[in-house]
């Protein structure tokens, strides 16, 4: 009976989504309609409906517009060139140099405006042009920008980490934030290391020098921005406010430093919070139709079935995480990653509990691992804003991204294996 | 007043109460970090307001998002079809959002509130009915069968006329 429920689900959405109804209203319809198979309409549609507002009834969501309220003040502060100037003095005199400099730059301001799109957008429509200008393939850097982008969202602040704390019921945000630290910092690398071996054989040239009295500069000119991340992350982890907390306090923060550099204007105010309140609604209405579908999953016993299913298959660990890594690599390369934290989070988390996995360690190789299908076609909004961005295709982008995914499948897995890494932080500062 | 003319006056009416949500939220957070800190006093009922706004401006927002076609959809199918049957397929999606609209939000939403008005539930903190928080539901509704049916309908005009296709710059 359950099974009937379940292919009646997975049709319908994956019809919708495909026909282009919004993933939102997509997830939505597709519940109901598998909801009236076993209950009569109106006690299907006001638990739908109730499902949708409790969704959003939460203290802890609250960081996520104060977030992107933030990364739009900090985006119109001219944050990115400083960030990318700072990047340049750092690591620009090695060869290849820009190709360092954007990652690096990618990596601080995803952390800061904790938005991949926002990230593609800034850094990659500075850096791609000027890499252009110095000689390197336009797909090459659209790439880079691309897979390089995510990397911010594993690096804190993070809103999908925030969700993620939400659907696993209550894993600290504080740890959460930790762990994505070494996890992030390893993907970037790994980036890097691909990126090197390509500008070395196109020989392509050095950005500029290593002064030190340079690097100071730049420091200094980036340092308000990155005090950011320090109250932010600062401020949370030694308990002094919580995650909701920090983030208001980061639209203080933002909202006098832009300001005080004149970048934004009272009357800019309106617009910023309009553009803010946009991209809230199309997370927030998919993070309440989400919550309508995993209720249901969990109404079916669809984690129970699952868990048994799969540990049925093989008790080996390896084997398990394995398999859970491929699948979500297949739902992210289609699935949009707020919808797929909320939705497969309960279904595999009990899974890996069971198998001794913290379940920090599993929300960083959740959300490192949904990264990756942000960046491949069909659906990946950052592939689309990438290649927007640089003025080309994604059927040109594909081919230069290829040794990227495999850079980044190649560190899910040592996340994945490697508890360590997301763990020793948070352990080291007591979580 | 023409089609045209009410859904500007909607617009503007949506868009300046989010704003007014929206700032709001960042005005009671930093106040109850401000209580916390600087008066020792933490006050008690910034936390519920807070959750309170937000599934207001989460709701409501939906509604806004589907008038300004930013709701995230995946557009290959969209983009790919031409004249008449693109026409056809923007209408269908337009029907989904409706319908789920006037039966979710619009008719579940009403249910909730008259069942939560009825039943007397009222919030910890506030002691405000919880039927006021769910009436955003409705709401929304009402608004996105709105937007949804504007939308419908200039995507049945195409079908009428598919020779002057306008591009109306789709869905992100």
Known sequence: ?431 | MSAAGVRRVVDRALEWLLITLMSLMVVNVLWQVATRFLLRNPSSFTEEIARYLLVWLGILGGAYAVGKRIHLAIDLLPTKLEGRRKAILELFIEVCIFVFAATVLGFGGSGLVWLTLDLGQTSAALQIPLGFVYMVLPLSGLLTMFYSALHGAEALNRFRAPVEAIDDGGTV
Not at chain 1, 58 to 66: G, K, M
Not at chain 1, 199 to 227: D, H, T, W
């Open chain 1, 1 to 431: 009976m359950e099974w009937l429920h379940v292919l009646v689900l997975i049709v319908v959405f994956g019809a919708l989504l495909l026909l282009g109804v919004p993933v939102a209203f997509a997830i939505g319809i597709g519940t109901l309609v598998t909801m009236l198979l076993g209950m009569a309409a109106d006690p299907a549609l006001i638990t739908v409906a109730q499902r949708m507002a409790t969704g959003l009834d939460s203290f802890a969501l609250l960081a996520i517009p104060f977030f992107i309220l933030a990364g739009q003040l900090m985006n119109r502060g001219g944050i990115a060139r400083r960030l990318i100037d700072f990047a340049k003095a750092v690591i620009g005199m090695l060869p290849g140099g820009l190709a360092y400099v954007h990652i690096l730059a990618s990596m601080l301001f995803g952390a800061i405006s904790g938005s991949a799109v926002a990230a593609a957008s800034a850094i990659g429509g500075v850096v791609g042009p000027r890499m252009v200008e110095e000689g390197y393939d336009k797909d090459f850097s659209a790439a880079v920008n691309i897979s390089s982008a995510t990397t911010g969202l594993v690096i804190p602040p993070s809103n999908i980490l925030i969700v993620y704390s939400l659907a696993s019921g209550g894993v600290s945000i504080g740890a959460l934030f930790l762990a994505g630290y070494l996890p992030g910092i390893l993907v970037g690398l790994s980036l890097m290391v691909v990126a090197g071996f390509f500008a070395v054989r196109m020989n392509y040239p050095v950005a500029g020098a290593f002064r030190f009295s340079e690097a100071i500069k730049k420091f200094f000119s980036a340092l308000p921005s990155l005090l950011l991340l320090v109250v932010v992350i600062g401020g949370i982890v030694a308990g002094i406010f919580t995650a909701t907390e920090a983030a208001a306090v980061a639209v203080l923060y933002a909202g006098i430093l832009a300001f005080l550099y004149r970048e934004v204007r009272v009357r800019d105010l309106p617009q910023i919070l309009l553009a803010t309140v946009s991209t809230t609604a199309i997370v927030m209405l998919l993070i309440g139709t989400s919550t309508a579908m995993s209720w249901l999953l969990s109404y079916e016993n669809i984690p129970q079935i699952v868990s048994a299913a799969l540990l049925a298959l093989t008790d080996n660990p390896v084997v398990i995480l394995l398999i859970i890594n491929v699948i979500l690599l297949v739902v992210g390369t289609f699935m949009d990653m707020t919808p797929a934290v909320l939705i497969f989070t309960p279904i595999f988390l009990p899974v890996v509990t069971r198998l001794g996995m913290d379940p920090t360690h599993f929300g960083i190789v959740m959300v490192l691992n949904l990264c990756i299908g942000l960046c491949t076609p069909p659906v990946g909004s950052v592939l689309f804003v990438g290649c927007g961005v640089a003025g080309t295709s994604i059927t040109r982008v594909i081919q230069p991204l290829l040794p990227m995914y495999v850079a980044m499948v190649a560190a899910l897995i040592v996340v994945t294996f490697v508890p360590w890494l997301s763990l020793w932080l948070p352990a080291v500062f007591g979580f």
